[in-house]
């Protein structure tokens, strides 16, 4: 018998991804508002922007909505490694015509920590999810203290148990076709990462706790296949990025939308883990899983400087194009639009 969390009974059976640094509330509050649940990613917030974003959020929703957080540990900085980096890069500084002797330093990204667990309180949303396993068992404990289910992302049959066993009340299967960072806490072994398809069967036959799917699911015969493979929701990301709500740029919005956006790769250039994205010239050049790159989420820093020059000039050459294997269905529309299409699929599934 499945344990039953009170949550569950008003969770939407359709998820927006959590997407760090293409949205904000307002396309969570679009698809809070159609019925799905919206989430709010809080990965690249400031504790500041944190406060002001969930103002917004609850200001704008009456609906259940979801804030994420990474919960990654923070690495110590290696000189080596920095160092090996900054020489890599060093031919596109010169290129772009920046100075190689001066690159920003920067964590990128934080996890979550006791000051936004402080912010966070306040406003007890409905859903926390968190991305790279769970944060610390006293944290965990004080989220769930507000009556929040608490979600984590498993790419593993071994994750999901350990999510489990550690006060998960719902695992979302990221199966490999997924756009952005792989969740994967547990190993950094490639080869363990699986497809949704294979995955999600085998998550839900292992846990006794609900299961969320995610990874290349970009239509409404895509929602119905993980509901007959036994989702209990999906979590859809990359099928938004086009919508009126994201904040992707145009350049990232027309990659998404051309044949290119068919060939993506898992690569650690851009922030230090793997993540997917279109294959562009960073990626070619170097290899999309070049270990010269420093530990998450110090390699962003360096890069950041050539991507905002190059992007000047009009080129995603340096510019992290996460995305999921099936952008096909990357269109101009409202949230709304989409969120209803995937609802409508669900229920008559
Ligand atoms: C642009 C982008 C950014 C992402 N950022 C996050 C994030 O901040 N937190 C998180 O838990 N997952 C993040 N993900 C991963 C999603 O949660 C999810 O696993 C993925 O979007 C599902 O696959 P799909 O993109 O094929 O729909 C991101 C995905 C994309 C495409």
């Given at each position: 018998?499945?344990?039953?969390?009170?949550?569950?009974?008003?969770?939407?059976?359709?998820?927006?991804?959590?997407?760090?640094?293409?949205?904000?509330?307002?396309?969570?509050?679009?698809?809070?508002?159609?019925?799905?649940?919206?989430?709010?990613?809080?990965?690249?917030?400031?504790?500041?922007?944190?406060?002001?974003?969930?103002?917004?959020?609850?200001?704008s929703?009456?609906?259940?909505?979801?804030?994420?957080?990474?919960?990654?540990?923070?690495?110590?900085?290696?000189?080596?490694?920095?160092?090996?980096?900054?020489?890599?890069?060093?031919?596109?500084?010169?290129?772009?015509?920046?100075?190689?002797?001066?690159?920003?330093?920067?964590?990128?990204?934080?996890?979550?920590?006791?000051?936004?667990?402080?912010?966070?309180?306040?406003?007890?949303?409905?859903?926390?999810?968190?991305?790279?396993?769970?944060?610390?068992?006293?944290?965990?404990?004080?989220?769930?203290?507000?009556?929040?289910?608490?979600?984590?992302?498993?790419?593993?049959?071994?994750e999901?148990?350990?999510?489990?066993a550690?006060?998960?009340?719902?695992?979302?299967?990221?199966?490999?076709?997924?756009?952005?960072?792989?969740?994967?806490?547990?190993?950094?072994?490639?080869?363990?990462?699986?497809?949704?398809?294979?995955?999600?069967?085998?998550?839900?036959?292992?846990?006794?706790?609900?299961?969320?799917?995610?990874?290349?699911?970009?239509?409404?015969?895509?929602?119905?296949?993980?509901?007959?493979?036994?989702?209990?929701?999906?979590?859809?990301?990359?099928?938004?990025?086009?919508?009126?709500?994201?904040?992707?740029?145009?350049?990232?919005?027309?990659?998404?939308?051309s044949?290119?956006?068919?060939?993506?790769?898992?690569?650690?250039?851009?922030?230090?883990r793997?993540?997917?994205?279109?294959?562009?010239?960073?990626?070619?050049?170097l290899?999309?899983?070049?270990?010269?790159a420093?530990?998450?989420?110090?390699?962003?820093?360096?890069?950041?400087?050539?991507?905002?020059?190059?992007?000047?000039?009009?080129?995603?050459?340096?510019?992290?194009?996460?995305?999921?294997?099936n952008?096909?269905?990357?269109?101009?529309?409202?949230?709304?639009?989409?969120?209803?299409?995937?609802?409508?699929?669900?229920?008559?599934?």
């Amino acid at each position: 018998m499945k344990p039953h969390h009170r949550l569950l009974d008003i969770l939407p059976p359709i998820v927006q991804a959590p997407m760090a640094g293409v949205q904000n509330h307002r396309l969570a509050v679009a698809v809070c508002e159609a019925g799905g649940l919206g989430s709010l990613p809080a990965a690249m917030l400031s504790t500041s922007d944190l406060q002001s974003e969930l103002q917004a959020l609850k200001q704008s929703t009456q609906s259940p909505y979801n804030v994420n957080f990474f919960c990654h540990a923070t690495p110590t900085p290696d000189a080596a490694r920095e160092l090996a980096w900054h020489q890599a890069l060093a031919p596109y500084y010169r290129e772009l015509g920046l100075d190689p002797e001066h690159i920003p330093k920067g964590p990128g990204r934080v996890p979550f920590s006791t000051e936004a667990a402080n912010i966070l309180e306040a406003f007890r949303p409905a859903v926390v999810s968190f991305h790279f396993g769970l944060p610390t068992p006293e944290l965990v404990a004080r989220v769930k203290s507000w009556g929040s289910l608490v979600l984590s992302s498993a790419t593993t049959v071994h994750e999901a148990l350990w999510l489990q066993a550690h006060g998960a009340d719902a695992i979302i299967a990221q199966g490999l076709e997924a756009g952005g960072h792989r969740g994967m806490f547990l190993t950094e072994d490639l080869s363990t990462q699986i497809g949704t398809f294979a995955l999600l069967p085998q998550i839900v036959q292992a846990v006794q706790v609900p299961v969320i799917a995610a990874g290349g699911i970009a239509s409404p015969a895509g929602v119905a296949a993980a509901k007959a493979l036994g989702a209990a929701a999906v979590q859809i990301g990359t099928a938004y990025l086009c919508s009126h709500e994201a904040t992707t740029s145009a350049l990232h919005r027309s990659v998404l939308q051309s044949p290119t956006a068919q060939h993506t790769a898992l690569t650690t250039l851009f922030s230090g883990r793997p993540a997917r994205g279109v294959v562009n010239r960073l990626m070619r050049d170097l290899g999309p899983l070049n270990p010269v790159a420093p530990a998450f989420p110090l390699a962003t820093a360096a890069i950041a400087p050539l991507r905002t020059a190059a992007e000047a000039a009009g080129s995603s050459d340096f510019t992290p194009l996460w995305s999921g294997q099936n952008a096909s269905a990357c269109c101009h529309l409202p949230a709304a639009d989409i969120t209803r299409d995937f609802l409508q699929a669900w229920v008559s599934a």
